[in-house]
């Protein structure tokens, strides 16, 4: 198990690094492409060539990218002819420490709500205090045993 944590841990560094590397960066409106191109002076004819194909099919491309439906070997291309490098990332919005809290908070509250509506039945509910309780407890034993269980839906 600790093995695993660790090897968790290395990959939660990768992503946090990444994420933090990619903060305030967004997509430019026109796709990163025409952007790079324009920022280079490089028409689309010119664009063209270097890649070996039409004109017609760069603006196809740009507009592709623009719109979400250009592949990934595409931008690769793409950004070779530019003289770039294309980088693909996947990022979380927060750090995943955060992200783990948060699903693990998320399901250990829905366990002791379910919990305690069948307490309810048998007149047995649980305090405010020992709802809080269990899901403190129930969100800790989430972070620290298996992380693949954490991610299973009931």
């Given at each position: ?50 890649m070996g194909i039409s004109k017609a099919q760069v603006s196809q ?94």
């Amino acid at each position: 198990m600790a093995i695993q944590k660790t090897v968790q841990s290395q990959y939660q560094q990768i992503v946090d690094h990444a994420a933090e590397a990619a903060r305030g960066i967004s997509a430019p409106k026109e796709g990163w492409i025409r952007t790079t191109r324009k920022a280079l002076g490089m028409t689309g004819t010119q664009l063209a060539q270097r890649m070996g194909i039409s004109k017609a099919q760069v603006s196809q491309t740009e507009k592709g990218e623009a719109g979400g439906s250009v592949t990934i070997k595409t931008m690769e291309k793409a950004a070779a002819a530019l003289g770039c490098r294309f980088v693909y990332a996947v990022v979380p919005e927060t750090m995943t420490a955060d992200l783990i809290n948060r699903r693990a908070r998320e399901k250990a509250r829905n366990i002791v709500e379910k919990v305690n509506e069948h307490m309810a039945l048998e007149a047995q509910t649980l305090s405010s205090e020992q709802i809080s309780f269990e899901i403190d407890r129930l969100q800790d034993e989430f972070v620290q045993g298996k992380p693949g269980e954490l991610w299973n839906d009931e």
